[in-house]
């Protein structure tokens, strides 16, 4: 309510989560956002590194070399393939070596659209010498 909205910023120092709890009502953010995402044709592709996870935002219908691009122009310049599993694959298989073991692990060329919640791994190769 606009009662609690108006009230929120008045109290530092206080967690969302009790002040949710506290006033019985639940943050619409997450709603707010999706609905937002979903809007503007927007979705989100994740690169997982050892000690990192990241998520990219991309337009609905990307292709995967420009996909990467929005990682560093030159995995779009030089991209090979796209090692492409989901986001619900690892959670139901738990690791990505289960996600392989299951089948659900596969190789996307340059044609390929990213969807949301696809995991990549990017595999290009840049030279030097530009093509003519």
Not at 74 to 103: C, N, P, S, W
Not at 109 to 127: A, R, S, W
Request: charged share 30%; hydrophobic share 35%; glycine share 10%.
């Amino acid at each position: 309510s606009s009662g609690i909205n108006a009230e929120w910023p008045l109290r530092p120092g206080e967690n969302a989560k009790t002040f949710l709890e506290e006033n019985k009502t639940q943050s619409n953010l997450s709603k707010v956002i999706v609905t937002g995402f979903k809007a503007l044709g927007l979705q989100y592709f994740f690169t997982v590194g050892e000690d990192e996870v990241r998520a990219w935002t991309i337009q609905r219908h990307t292709k995967a070399p420009q996909a990467a691009g929005k990682i560093h122009g030159d995995m779009e310049r030089g991209f090979i393939k796209a090692e492409v599993y989901q986001y619900d694959d690892l959670v139901e298989h738990k690791t990505e070596g289960a996600v392989k073991a299951a089948g659900r692990y596969r190789m996307e060329g340059k044609n390929y659209e990213f969807l949301d919640g696809d995991i990549v791994h990017i595999k290009f190769n840049v030279t030097d010498v530009k093509k003519k």
